[in-house]
Every structure is written in structure tokens, then in C-alpha cells.
């Protein structure tokens, strides 16, 4: 395999399941068949493998960092920024950590020069990619008003945090706004349940309804269980036409995740509380309603972050 393949490669390549699988942080399910992936030459999978591995242990192990270093030999600047940032692992403070074979600068080095390759040709992802090695908002914003849905959201997370300079008064509110409208009609979902919350103070009810759908039809988990709790109008909180059997359908498709106990806590409530308003045929026929999105929609997903801390 080359150790300089095309850099797009790493946004291109299709979703494998063991990456499903680390998206609705079933690591423990993900780690073998990540490992099973990683072990046939896929990068995406050996990178995720190592992101699995250090998260379920809390630390950089002795595997974990193999898998990284695979995955950035094989060219994953993903990677390579992890493995420039063990310096921050929780191993040093136990005086635990693996020996990489390069050092943390080196590491990040060697991201900052194939990052830098594909900025020459105005690669968007590339540009974020420079602001996560260098931590330089300019990177940010180039990579922002080239059309990085990612950065475009961490652009108005920042400004919501207080960064940039707005010398008349809401004006942040307008860049915060622009930025999660921007990112939204990117696709990117944690943006579209930002920029929601904005329309609903505005009292723009009409486009909190498309964005919640669009934000559920990306796979959002969060966004699946405020979509199908509100058209089956349990509540009734936006003004959607009430669909109690396509509500149900969406609730029940969040019974595959195990996230968490609060997780399945709601969905026991919620199919309770729409599933007493229903038949049984109408329960009957949700089953056929949730085959058909999941067959014709992406995997559920946290979205956790792909460089996480």
C-alpha cells in the first residue's frame, strides 16, 4: 500500500461497519471487527481502531498506538495528529505511555507537510486539517469560507465562546447564525440541532421542522428521537401533522443503541406513551415503517468527534 495515497481518500472511502459500529460507541462490538478490517489494509478502520482502543482503556496503549502508527504510515493526517498530541495522554500522568517511533513534533511535522500538499489545491478538509495542527483560527476560517461544513460549525461554536472581534452589537449573533445555517446546508448534524435552537427563539417554527428532519434523516440519533417524538406529538412542540405510526417506527429504531441507559430509558417511555394511542395494527404496521428507513437512510450515529480528545 502506498504511504502517500490521494488525500481525499480519507473522506471518500466508504463507511465500514466496524465504523458504524464506533459511531454508536459500541466499542467493545466495534474492536473486532475494526481490527478485522484494519488487519485487510482498510486505513479508516485502522485509524478508528486506534481511536477505540485508546478511548475503552482511557489511555494510549501499546495496541492503540500500532494502530495509529499503521494508519499514518499508510497516510491518515488523522492519525498523525493523534499521535502528535500523546503528550496530552492521560499515560503521562501514570509514566505509562508506549515508545512511538517518532516523537510528538515529528508527528505533527509530518501531518503539517501532507496537509500542506493538498492546501496548494485548495482541499477544504485540508485547511481544517492545518487549524487542528497549528490551532490557528486563520486555518479555520480559510477552511470555513472554502465550504467545510466542520469548520463552518467549530467557526460558530467559537464565536458563541466568546472569540473573534465584533465591534457592533449583534453582530456575533449574525456570524453564529451564518455559520450554523452554512454548516447545516453542509450536512453537518450537530449544526443543524445548533441552528434549530436559534429558529425556535426567532419562532421560525417552519424552518425548525425542516431542519429536524433533515438533522434526523442524517442518522442523528438525537435528532431521530426529537423528530419521531414530535410527529407522533408526544409532544406536540413544533406543529408537525401527527404520524403516531411513523413517530413509533422512528422511536423503536433507536432500541439498536446502547450508548447508554438514559438512551433506552426514553425509548421505553416514549413507545409507551405513543403505543397507548395506537392499534395494534398501526404498531404492526411501524415495522415495516422503521425497515424502510433504515434501509433507504445512514446508520444511527453519536457523530462523535473524528479527532477526539
Sequence with gaps: ????????????????????????????????VLAKEAR???????????????????????EALHWYETAANNGSIFAMIQLGRQNDDLCKKTGNCPTSKKSSSDWLNQAKIQAMKEVETGNPESL?????????????????????????????????QGEGFFLIPGKRDEAISKWLKAASE??????????????????????????????????????????????????DQVGYPLDLVKGYALISLLKELDGGGAIQDF??????????????????????????????????SFFPEKLGR
Design 40 to 62: 485487510s489494509g482498510n486505513v479508516e478502520s485502522q485509524y478508528y481502531l486506534g481511536e477505540a482502543l485508546r478511548k475503552r482503556n482511557r489511555y494510549m496503549t501499546p
Design 128 to 160: 481544517y486539517l492545518m487549524y487542528e495542527i497549528t490551532f490557528d483560527r486563520t486555518w479555520l476560517e480559510k477552511s470555513a469560507e472554502a465550504g467545510y461544513a466542520l469548520a463552518q460549525y467549530w467557526m460558530a461554536v467559537g464565536d458563541r
Design 186 to 235: 453542509g450536512g453537518n448534524p450537530k449544526a443543524m440541532m445548533d441552528y434549530i435552537e436559534i429558529l425556535y427563539k426567532k419562532g421560525d417554527l417552519e424552518g425548525v421542522r425542516h431542519w429536524l428532519q433533515t438533522a434526523a434523516e442524517t442518522g442523528d440519533q438525537k435528532a431521530i428521537s426529537s423528530y419521531g417524538s414530535y410527529i407522533a406529538h408526544a409532544p
Design 267 to 300: 425509548v421505553h417511555d416514549t413507545l409507551e406513551e405513543i403505543g397507548s394511542k395506537m392499534t395494534a395494527e398501526q404498531i404492526d404496521s411501524s415495522r415495516a415503517v422503521a425497515k424502510e428507513w433504515k434501509d433507504t437512510h445512514p446508520p444511527l
Design 1 to 32: 500500500m502506498s504511504a502517500d495515497p490521494i488525500f481525499a481518500s480519507e473522506s471518500e472511502t466508504k463507511v465500514s461497519t466496524g465504523s458504524i459500529l464506533y459511531n454508536q460507541l459500541k466499542l467493545d462490538a466495534a474492536v473486532p
